[in-house]
């Protein structure tokens, strides 16, 4: 069953300032984990934004995060965060237009 991790991040600085480091040196890193799927970056705000990472499952999230976060997170994204707020859960209902 998939997973999906929302981590709504509040910056100190414009969106577009940490978009480029997300890009750059997040993605590569998170293309590598297993049980990875896909990610999105949506700007809710100048200085807010909404991370959306679907996993294979809640465990492969957990392992990702235990990778992420130490490593390209505290270095890329955290120095800027104001605060950040993290749900993980399995997904329940998936509708496409197909």
Do not use: Y
């Amino acid at each position: 069953m998939s997973a999906i991790v929302v981590n709504r991040i509040k910056l100190r600085v414009p969106v577009e300032e940490v978009a480029s480091a997300v890009e750059r040196e997040v993605l590569p890193v998170l293309r590598g984990l297993p049980g990875f799927e896909r990610a999105s970056l949506v700007q809710v705000g100048a200085n807010e934004m909404v991370v959306v990472i679907s996993w294979s499952s809640v465990e492969a999230a957990g392992a990702g995060a235990a990778i992420l976060g130490p490593g390209v997170f505290n270095t890329f994204i955290a120095p800027h965060a104001e605060s950040q707020d993290r749900v993980v859960g399995p997904v329940l209902l998936d509708v496409r237009a197909d």
